[in-house]
């Protein structure tokens, strides 16, 4: 069974530029996470789809990120326009029920 | 506010001595904890988690970890040390208003020496 995957793995973008980070979750599972580690801290929850619902979006930072998931499978997150701060890795996670989260290889992103 | 703290930014054991990475929380109600490995260059991994029942947890790897609840911890443990188990060690716990919602440690850095 294939895992979670997110693309890319790594993302260089200047200071002002657009990236979209994309997460496949495992087939069949409706539960859908977005979560950021800048740098050397915790890791940071950023929102919850159920299928194509936003079930909770309380850490989305500010209106510079966009996350959608159209149809219920994959998901996109958008940063526009990117800066510094933005920069760590964003993992994506997927689960059936709450008691297990299995989660993506991350996307590094730097913004210079 | 709920919260995680690993107070140990690093841990080092030699190969073949037991390995403990400590964590503590602060939650409202009752607990559910996670234990998530990073491996260099890959994603998270799941180790194990305490729901309820039993206090000691066993999961993945040889790793287990045991749920205090007197003193709110939910430390992550190892008979013996692989060089293999190098890795960053995260501890989570869910968020009591949220079924799915998981807050986490900044993270352990375990460092096996030959």
């Known amino acids: 069974e294939a895992g979670v995957t997110q693309f890319p793995s790594h993302s260089v973008i200047e200071k002002g530029q657009t990236v979209t980070l994309r997460c496949d979750p495992i087939?069949?599972?409706?539960?859908l996470y977005w979560y950021r580690r800048v740098m050397g801290k915790e890791i940071k929850f950023l929102l919850h789809f159920v299928k194509e619902s936003k079930q909770d979006e309380s850490g989305m930072p500010n209106n510079r990120f966009l996350a959608e998931r159209t149809g219920g499978t994959y998901s996109t997150l958008k940063v526009q326009p990117a800066e510094l701060e933005d920069s760590g890795v964003y993992f994506c996670a997927s689960s059936w029920t709450a008691n297990e989260q299995f989660f993506g290889p991350g996307t590094r992103l730097t913004v210079l | 506010a709920q919260s995680v703290a690993q107070p140990e930014d690093q841990v080092n054991v030699a190969e073949g001595n037991p390995l403990t990475v400590k964590c503590t929380y602060s939650v409202s109600g009752n607990p559910y904890l996670f234990w998530y490995v990073q491996y260099p260059n890959r994603g998270l991994q799941f180790l194990l988690k305490y729901i309820t029942g039993d206090n000691l947890v066993k999961g993945s790897y040889g790793f287990e970890a045991e749920f205090n609840k007197s003193q709110t911890s939910f430390h992550l443990k190892k008979p013996s040390a692989l060089v293999s188990d190098s890795a960053l060690y995260f501890c989570?716990?869910?968020?009591?208003?949220?079924?799915?919602?998981?807050?986490w440690g900044a993270g352990t850095k375990l460092i096996i020496k030959p």
């Open positions: 087939s069949g599972h409706d539960n």
């Open positions: 989570a716990v869910r968020h009591m208003d949220s079924n799915y919602q998981l807050i």
